[in-house]
């Protein structure tokens, strides 16, 4: 049942033709945003493109009675994030909500992983974070010294893998760490101009998914809950997204089927000060000291 937390907002959702994006778009429309679809319509893989699936979500918001419009640009190129942000202001004159979603994979051992497969994957998720967010940060920045401080609100997407790490994907990990940084400092710069930023570590069944851990993201039997339903992880998305969540940012949430937490990222454990220079062997013995007395990591995902 909608509760309009969203009415008079408008957001934007990159990678929103399918899985986690889509789930996001319809739930803030039918929570009274209005939503431009953004998706380049690639492949899991990120090769081809067609403008079809950003255009099949924004009729689907269309025919259930909201209001959307479709971006079909590459947002991790500075016209492409400068479009999508423009495309907000242009359709509907404002823009409050920007959630950064947009991705792809391929996966390999590091020994097996090529340069170009490295840059491919950071570039979407990371570089396709960073620009879109530039961009809607210059528009708030405007508006706050001209008087007109938005109520604004960013939710970037990270990951487990970007969490803890997962074997076979050293160059999707590596960028949703960084997109854990990007949060962290967007956070603290933005705050002076009314946005806010955090960001979500989901687990749900996509294309990207569904595949790589395709034993735990296969769907229940009927009448069952579907735990790993993209859905699942989009109300999280709504609330963070809307003005009912101020005060919140700078803060990670892990989230999948009924399950949200509060990711508390890391922090000091056991130190030594000797106060002086350590010898490598001191240094050694310390550090297996500390070691002893410290938590001990989670576990990889995929290591065995």
């Not at 297996?288 to 007395?293: N, T």
């Amino acid at each position: 049942m909608s509760t309009g937390i969203c009415t008079g907002r408008v957001a934007v959702v990159t990678g929103a033709g399918r899985g986690l994006g889509r789930a996001h778009a319809l739930a803030l429309a039918a929570e009274g945003a209005k939503v431009v679809v953004n998706d380049l319509g690639v492949g899991l893989d990120g090769t081809g493109g067609a403008a079809g699936p950003a255009q099949q979500v924004a009729e689907e918001i269309r025919a259930l009675g909201g209001e959307a419009v479709a971006h079909g640009g590459d947002i991790a190129t500075t016209d492409g994030a400068a479009s999508l942000i423009a495309t907000a202001l242009e359709a509907f004159g404002r823009l409050d909500t920007l959630v950064n979603n947009a991705g792809f994979l391929r996966d390999r051992m590091l020994v097996n992983l090529d340069e170009d497969e490295w840059d491919a994957v950071v570039r979407v998720h990371l570089k396709g974070h960073f620009l879109p967010l530039k961009h809607a940060a210059a528009h708030w920045r405007t508006e706050a010294k001209t008087g007109r401080t938005p109520a604004a609100r960013v939710v970037n997407t990270s990951s487990g893998a970007g969490l803890l790490g997962s074997v076979g994907q050293g160059n999707y990990s590596a960028a949703k760490a960084g997109i854990v940084g990007l949060t962290l400092v967007a956070a603290a710069e933005l705050a002076r101009y009314g946005v806010q930023v955090n960001a979500i570590a989901p687990a749900a069944r996509t294309r990207m998914t569904e595949q790589t851990f395709a034993g735990t993201m296969a769907a229940p039997e009927e009448g069952g809950f579907d735990a790993m339903a993209p859905e699942n992880v989009s109300p999280l998305v709504v609330w963070l997204g809307s003005a009912a969540s101020a005060g919140v940012t700078g803060r990670v949430f892990e989230t999948e089927a009924g399950r949200i937490t509060v990711m508390e990222g890391w922090r000091p454990g056991p130190t030594a000060d000797k106060g002086a220079r350590w010898t490598p062997a001191e240094a050694g013995e310390t550090a297996l000291k500390l070691l002893a007395d410290a938590e001990p990591p989670q576990r990889v995902y995929g290591a065995r």
